[in-house]
């Protein structure tokens, strides 16, 4: 499986925008997907995630109620809607896909860099 995150960009506080990641492979629908996002000089955090079906979804605290993970599985797509941003949401966010319920993700995006100015 290959990903290819895309979307990020520079956006004032309080602003939105969507990621997308799209992956290339037929078994697409029955990955796991992942967004986890690195600041500068910190480690990469877990984001949000979702089952293969869509219908569960996880997301870490800090982007509870103002973030939404989806995924589209006829396009191959998982998007991250990111509302009511603020300046520590700033980060490089990545893409990841694995294929068991639980454990380590096995492939992972390039990477998209979203800037929020105060």
């Known amino acids: 499986v290959q990903l290819q995150a895309s979307g990020g960009g520079l956006v004032q506080a309080g602003g939105s925008l969507r990621l997308s990641c799209a992956a290339s492979?037929?078994?697409?629908?029955?990955?796991?997907m992942g967004w986890f996002r690195q600041a500068l000089g910190k480690e990469r955090d877990f984001v949000a995630s979702i089952r293969w079906n869509g219908r569960n979804a996880d997301y870490a605290d800090s982007v509870k109620g103002r973030f939404t993970i989806s995924r589209d599985n006829a396009k191959n797509t998982v998007y991250l809607q990111m509302n009511s941003l603020n300046p520590e949401d700033t980060a490089i966010y990545y893409c990841a896909a694995r294929a068991a319920p639980y454990g380590k993700y096995d492939y992972w995006g390039q990477g998209t860099q979203v800037t929020v100015s105060s």
């Open positions: 492979g037929r078994t697409f629908s029955s990955y796991f």
